[in-house]
C-alpha cells in the first residue's frame, strides 16, 4: 500500500510539476502585460472612450478564433465534472488578449477567470500531450485550476482548495488533492520566481477592549455578534453580484443577430457611468489609485476609504462589462465589492475598519464562488492566522446567505445549503 502510494506521488509530481511551471509562467506575462495596460490607461484617460470599439475587438476574436472557449471557467468545470471536447488550447491566449483589452481600455473585470482559464487550458493541452486518459485529465484539470489561482492571488493552498471545492456545491472530492496542492504552490513559486509581486493587505491591530463577559470568554461576543450580522449582508451582496451579471447577460440575449451591438451597449453605459459619477474609481481592477484618493481596495482598509454605495457601484459596473462580452475574472472585483462593504459597515458598528474590510474581501467571495473553506484558508493566506475565528464565521455564513446559485452556471449542485425536514432521511438502527 505504502509503496503504490508512492508510486501515485511520484508520478503525478513529475506530471503536475511541468504544468504549473508553464501556468506560472504564463499567469506571470499576463499580471505584467495588466499592470502595464492598467498604467497606460491612467496615463492616456481618453482611452475610456474606445471602449465600445475595444468591445467589438473581443467580439470578432472570439467569433473568428474560438466559439467554444468563450464559455470561459464554465467549460473548464463542465469538463472536469461531465468531459465532452476536452479544453483548447487557444483558450490561454484568447483570455490573456482579450482580459488585456478589457482593462487597458477601462472595462470593470478581474484576474482570476483569466488565471484559471489558461490554468485550464495548459493543463488540458499537457493531458493531451501526455497521453493521459478521460480520469486523469480530469485530474490534471483540476490542477490546473489550482495553479492558476494560486499563482494570480499568491495564495497556493487556497489555489488547492478552491479547484476541489468548486466544481460540486457542499462536496469535495479529494481525488485530485496532491496534484492540486502541488500545482497551488509549484504555480506561485514560478510567478515569485518571475519577479511578479502581489499587492499586501494589513489588518490594523486591534486593541482589547474589554465589557461584562471579557473575564469569562476568550471570543467578544459582541464583535463576533456584529461579524455575524455583516456576514449576512456580504452573502446577499453575492447574491446581488451573480444575480446582476445572470441579469444583464439575458437581457442582451435577446438583441437580435447583431450580437457586436451587445458589448457596444455595455461599453457606452460604462462611459456614460463615468461620466455620471465624475470618477473612474470604479473602472478596471480598483486595486491600484488612479488619483490620490481613489476608493481602492487598499483603501478600503482604512477608515473613511470607502464611500457608502462604493460596493453597489462596483457590482454595477463589472455586471455590466462581464454580462455584455468583455472578459476577464469576477473575483477581484468581488474582492472589491467587499472590502468596501465591509469598511461601510464598520463605520456603521462602530467596528474595526481593517478586519471588516478583510472579512468583506473574502466572504463576498466565498458566496459568490460557494466555496465557503477556500475563502476561510485564504483569509489565514492573506491576512494571518490571528482572526481565523472570524474567518470562518464570515465566509460561512455569507455561503449560506447568498442563494443556492452563484456565478458559475457550470457548478454542479451537490448538498443543498437548507434541509427540509420532510425530505431528510432519519437513518435507521440497521445501516
Same mark, same amino acid.
Given at each position: 500500500?505504502?509503496?503504490?502510494?508512492?508510486?501515485?506521488?511520484?508520478?503525478?509530481?513529475?506530471?503536475?510539476?511541468?504544468?504549473?511551471? +508553464?501556468?506560472?509562467?504564463?499567469? !506571470?506575462?499576463?499580471?505584467?502585460?495588466?499592470?502595464?495596460?492598467?498604467?497606460?490607461?491612467?496615463?492616456?484617460?481618453?482611452?475610456?472612450?474606445?471602449?465600445?470599439?475595444?468591445?467589438?475587438?473581443?467580439?470578432?476574436?472570439?467569433?473568428?478564433?474560438?466559439?467554444?472557449?468563450?464559455?470561459?471557467?464554465?467549460?473548464?468545470?463542465?469538463?472536469?465534472?461531465?468531459?465532452?471536447?476536452?479544453?483548447?488550447?487557444?483558450?490561454?491566449?484568447?483570455?490573456?488578449?482579450?482580459?488585456?483589452?478589457?482593462?487597458?481600455?477601462?472595462?470593470?473585470?478581474?484576474?482570476?477567470?483569466?488565471?484559471?482559464?489558461?490554468?485550464?487550458?495548459?493543463?488540458?493541452?499537457?493531458?493531451?500531450?501526455?497521453?493521459?486518459?478521460?480520469?486523469?485529465?480530469?485530474?490534471?484539470?483540476?490542477?490546473?485550476?489550482?495553479?492558476?489561482?494560486?499563482?494570480?492571488?499568491?495564495?497556493?493552498?487556497?489555489?488547492?482548495?478552491? !479547484?476541489?471545492?468548486?466544481?460540486?456545491?457542499?462536496?469535495?472530492?479529494?481525488?485530485?488533492?496532491?496534484?492540486?496542492?502541488?500545482?497551488?504552490?509549484?504555480?506561485?513559486?514560478?510567478?515569485?520566481?518571475?519577479?511578479?509581486?502581489?499587492?499586501?493587505?494589513?489588518?490594523?491591530?486591534?486593541?482589547?477592549?474589554?465589557?461584562?463577559?471579557?473575564?469569562?470568554?476568550?471570543?467578544?461576543?459582541?464583535?463576533?455578534?456584529?461579524?455575524?450580522?455583516?456576514?449576512?449582508?456580504?452573502?446577499?451582496?453575492?447574491?446581488?453580484?451573480?444575480? !446582476?451579471?445572470?441579469?444583464?447577460?439575458?437581457?442582451? +440575449?435577446?438583441?437580435?443577430?447583431?450580437?457586436?451591438?451587445?458589448?457596444?451597449?455595455?461599453?457606452?453605459?460604462?462611459?456614460?457611468?463615468?461620466?455620471?459619477?465624475?470618477?473612474?474609481?470604479?473602472?478596471?481592477?480598483?486595486?491600484?489609485?488612479?488619483?490620490?484618493?481613489?476608493?481602492?481596495?487598499?483603501?478600503?482598509?482604512?477608515?473613511?476609504?470607502?464611500?457608502?454605495? +462604493?460596493?453597489?457601484?462596483?457590482?454595477?459596473?463589472?455586471?455590466?462589462?462581464?454580462?455584455?462580452?468583455?472578459?476577464?475574472?469576477?473575483?477581484?472585483?468581488?474582492?472589491?465589492?467587499?472590502?468596501?462593504?465591509?469598511?461601510?459597515?464598520?463605520?456603521?458598528?462602530?467596528?474595526?475598519?481593517?478586519?471588516?474590510?478583510?472579512?468583506?474581501?473574502?466572504?463576498?467571495?466565498?458566496?459568490?464562488?460557494?466555496?465557503?473553506?477556500?475563502?476561510?484558508?485564504?483569509?489565514?493566506?492573506?491576512?494571518? +492566522?490571528?482572526?481565523?475565528?472570524?474567518? !470562518?464565521?464570515?465566509?460561512?455564513?455569507?455561503?449560506?446567505?447568498?442563494?443556492?446559485?452563484?456565478?458559475?452556471?457550470?457548478?454542479?449542485?451537490?448538498?443543498?445549503?437548507?434541509?427540509?425536514?420532510?425530505?431528510?432521511?432519519?437513518?435507521?438502527?440497521?445501516?
Amino acid at each position: 500500500m505504502q509503496f503504490q502510494s508512492l508510486g501515485y506521488a511520484l508520478r503525478w509530481t513529475l506530471i503536475t510539476i511541468p504544468v504549473a511551471v +508553464s501556468i506560472g509562467s504564463m499567469v !506571470a506575462l499576463f499580471l505584467w502585460l495588466l499592470q502595464g495596460a492598467i498604467h497606460l490607461r491612467f496615463a492616456n484617460k481618453w482611452l475610456l472612450y474606445l471602449l465600445p470599439l475595444a468591445g467589438i475587438v473581443i467580439h470578432l476574436i472570439y467569433k473568428v478564433a474560438g466559439k467554444s472557449s468563450e464559455k470561459g471557467n464554465n467549460l473548464i468545470l463542465t469538463e472536469i465534472t461531465k468531459p465532452e471536447n476536452g479544453v483548447p488550447m487557444v483558450m490561454a491566449p484568447l483570455i490573456l488578449v482579450t482580459t488585456i483589452i478589457t482593462h487597458l481600455f477601462g472595462g470593470s473585470a478581474g484576474r482570476e477567470g483569466t488565471a484559471v482559464q489558461i490554468g485550464g487550458s495548459i493543463a488540458g493541452t499537457f493531458g493531451k500531450w501526455f497521453r493521459l486518459d478521460e480520469h486523469e485529465i480530469r485530474i490534471l484539470l483540476t490542477a490546473g485550476i489550482a495553479a492558476g489561482f494560486g499563482a494570480v492571488f499568491g495564495t497556493p493552498l487556497t489555489g488547492a482548495i478552491f !479547484a476541489m471545492e468548486v466544481l460540486v456545491i457542499g462536496k469535495i472530492n479529494y481525488t485530485s488533492l496532491l496534484p492540486c496542492l502541488i500545482a497551488g504552490i509549484v504555480g506561485d513559486l514560478t510567478v515569485a520566481a518571475w519577479g511578479i509581486h502581489h499587492t499586501p493587505y494589513r489588518i490594523d491591530i486591534i486593541p482589547d477592549s474589554s465589557y461584562f463577559l471579557s473575564d469569562y470568554l476568550p471570543v467578544n461576543l459582541l464583535l463576533l455578534f456584529k461579524v455575524i450580522l455583516s456576514a449576512i449582508a456580504f452573502g446577499l451582496a453575492s447574491y446581488i453580484f451573480s444575480l !446582476a451579471i445572470h441579469l444583464v447577460k439575458s437581457f442582451f +440575449s435577446n438583441i437580435g443577430k447583431n450580437k457586436w451591438l451587445i458589448p457596444v451597449c455595455g461599453g457606452l453605459t460604462i462611459i456614460l457611468l463615468t461620466l455620471l459619477l465624475g470618477k473612474p474609481d470604479y473602472l478596471s481592477l480598483g486595486v491600484d489609485p488612479e488619483y490620490k484618493g481613489a476608493v481602492t481596495i487598499a483603501s478600503a482598509f482604512h477608515a473613511g476609504g470607502a464611500e457608502h454605495f +462604493s460596493w453597489l457601484w462596483k457590482t454595477i459596473y463589472t455586471a455590466i462589462t462581464l454580462g455584455t462580452g468583455f472578459k476577464g475574472g469576477e473575483v477581484t472585483p468581488l474582492f472589491y465589492i467587499g472590502a468596501t462593504l465591509g469598511n461601510t459597515l464598520a463605520g456603521w458598528m462602530d467596528a474595526p475598519v481593517g478586519l471588516f474590510a478583510a472579512l468583506g474581501f473574502i466572504a463576498v467571495f466565498a458566496g459568490a464562488t460557494n466555496t465557503p473553506l477556500a475563502c476561510t484558508v485564504m483569509g489565514v493566506e492573506l491576512f494571518g +492566522s490571528q482572526y481565523i475565528l472570524f474567518f !470562518a464565521v464570515a465566509c460561512f455564513t455569507a455561503y449560506l446567505f447568498s442563494g443556492q446559485a452563484g456565478i458559475y452556471t457550470a457548478q454542479e449542485p451537490g448538498i443543498p445549503k437548507l434541509f427540509s425536514k420532510s425530505k431528510q432521511k432519519v437513518p435507521s438502527s440497521k445501516e
